[in-house]
């Protein structure tokens, strides 16, 4: 009976730490502001910082360092409207190891346009970058 009980205690002990892991780690990120003749250095920024908070909180970003974050310039997005793009390189993870097993590229791209939201920006569109 005691073991039964050791090992129902270790379970959930194991269950709490799994729930409370990390999503994301963005600590060391380098950011790329490049230029932009459209916004501001302040703006990027706004942008990159939903990108980070994203990656910090977001399941599927589980155990990945995002490690480059880098603006690529302004786009057309599906609806045809005026969007921009982040590329960001990150490691470790469940899908770093998919990519790696499949010699792809361990790159991610968001793409985002302008509200009037307190963040600035939402993220319209994200996914493996090409």
């Known amino acids: 009976m005691k073991r039964i009980h050791l090992f129902l205690a270790v379970s959930i002990i194991a269950m709490f730490l799994v729930g409370c892991a990390p999503e ?3 600590s060391n990120v380098e950011i790329d502001y490049g ?3 459209s916004y501001t250095k302040e703006e990027l920024e ?3 910082r939903l990108i980070m908070d994203e990656f910090e909180e ?3 970003y589980r155990g ?3 490690i480059k974050l880098e603006y690529r310039g302004v786009i057309k997005g599906e609806n045809g409207e005026r969007e921009i793009e982040f590329k960001g390189d990150y490691v470790g993870g469940e ?3 998919y990519l790696e097993a499949n010699e792809a590229e361990n790159g991610w791209s968001w793409n ?3 509200t009037d939201t307190k963040d600035g920006w939402a993220i319209v569109n994200y996914g493996r970058a090409g």
């Open 24 to 26: 994301g780690d963005v």
């Open 35 to 37: 230029e932009s003749e």
């Open 46 to 48: 706004q942008a990159a």
């Open 58 to 60: 977001g399941e599927l």
């Open 64 to 66: 990945c360092e995002l």
């Open 95 to 97: 899908q770093a190891k």
């Open 112 to 114: 985002l346009k302008k």
